[in-house]
């Protein structure tokens, strides 16, 4: 369980009667990297007793919950899921049919959902004074009806970085920026590198009804992302909300034995900063050559690790449960296993209370942003693997301007095989060099930071402010 640092006591001057006519819905793209951060948030405003509606399918919506990390649902009963389905295929005509040949399946079943998240804002916003829609970025277009229904007031919440949202607005306004970050950032990869061609038509659709960097809500702080906060805002002209990390920053160890991952009766065994923790995410699967790489680099490496090792979720499908045998050198497994050197999980973990275990001292990562305000959070250094889309640009943002990682693989040479050897020579790096040892204090001396910041502190207020806005 964790301890909540939002004391409800400390909201009683915004608990008032105004705020039981206010309705919050939350709607989020419907991948675990989005599913995740709008669910914590909905916790965060579920403490003010806000009424809380998180829509989803009823299979994202069983996935958020399965994968909920740090807090217990039942905690917060003022938040409700709602199963929104899709229209079938053809049915919808505010779809365009040149739209969809572009896109793909996946984004084309997403759009369909319009109609129906139009016909639950109608129905919301008639029970209440008011209904504030927090979208995700890349449900811009369904929610678009929104801004026509009386008494609603829609935001826009991104999932990425500031230092990435910044780089991307930079593109849209071409308005200068201060150096070093001029440099910096004209230094990243295009987009096109980086996003895939079905991707960048579906984020153009999301750009056409609305200003992408419009007033914005940001899973960050002043404490990670200052300058590059105030600078979006100047970019913008319009306020943007640092209100994260919104993943619970302390994690209690008291847990009954059959709601703790086995994970942790093998990491309660390992020495202080140790163990070196890898997993890729919910949108990468390695293949079969990166796979055994990855494998003897770590047991090369001489450090212990927790490796998830496990495929890439299903695009629309149930992900509750999506493990499979990986094909691992012969007897890798066994040998890991019988010399307690490391420990493989090819089912999904709860990385936010295993990047919290005393026993982490790296991570190997994608450099998603979830997993990145997730290791800053816990104080836990970072050795970079950028695979796709946002990846490469937070990588920059973890090793060149806040140093608190390394870079394990090079973007410009991501077509490449990682070799067994550079791996080792990384996590060496990371965890038993002199080197490591100052990220990893660098990396703490943040993570305090970020606490004090959520407890009582510039996330804090800007939390207040934001519920205090909607609210009034």
Known sequence: MATDPFDLKK?????????????????????????????????????????????????SNRQAKFRLCGWDILDFPTIQFHDLVPLPPGSSSSVPTSAMEKIGSF??????????????LQEISSRYRRTVVINDSG????????????????YCFH????????????????????????????????????????????????????????????????EIEGVFIDLLEEQCENKQWAIGPLNTVEISKKKSSDQTHECFSWLDKQDL???????????????????????LGLEQSGAKFIWVLREADKKGGDNVQRGRNFDLPEGYEERIREKGFGFIEKNWAPQLEILAHPSIGGFMSHCGWNSCIESISMGVPMAAWPIHSDQPRNTVLITKVLKIGIVLRDWENRNELVSA?????????????????????????????????????SSRWEMDSFVDQITR
């Not at 984004?107 to 639950?120: G, K, M, N, V, W």
């Open 11 to 59: 909201h009683d001057q915004i608990n008032n009667e105004e705020t039981s006519q206010v309705a919050i819905v939350i709607v989020p793209y419907l991948e675990q990297g989005h599913l995740s951060p709008l669910l914590n948030l909905s916790r965060l405003l579920s403490s003010y007793k806000l009424p809380v509606f998180f829509l989803g399918t009823s299979t």
């Open 107 to 120: 984004f084309t079943s997403i759009l369909l959902l319009r109609e129906p998240i139009r016909d639950f």
């Open 139 to 154: 449900m811009s277009w369904v929610v678009q009806d929104a801004v026509s229904m009386r008494n609603t007031k829609c």
């Open 159 to 222: 999932t990425i970085s500031v230092f990435t949202a910044l780089s991307f607005a930079c593109e849209t306004t071409k308005k200068s920026l201060p150096s070093p970050v001029a440099e910096i950032i004209a230094e990243l990869p295009p987009r096109e590198n980086t996003f895939d061609s079905e991707t960048i038509e579906y984020i153009k659709m999301q750009h056409e009804v609305r200003d992408f960097y419009s007033v914005g809500l940001h899973n960050s702080c002043k």
């Open 273 to 295: 900063n140790s163990v070196i923790y890898v997993s890729f995410g919910s949108t990468t699967t390695l293949s079969k050559e990166q796979t055994n790489e990855l494998a």
């Open 421 to 457: 050897v550079r791996i080792e020579n990384s996590v060496r790096s990371l965890m038993s060099s002199a080197e490591g040892e100052e990220l990893r204090q660098r990396a703490a001396e943040m993570s305090g930071a970020v606490k004090k910041s959520v407890m009582n502190g």
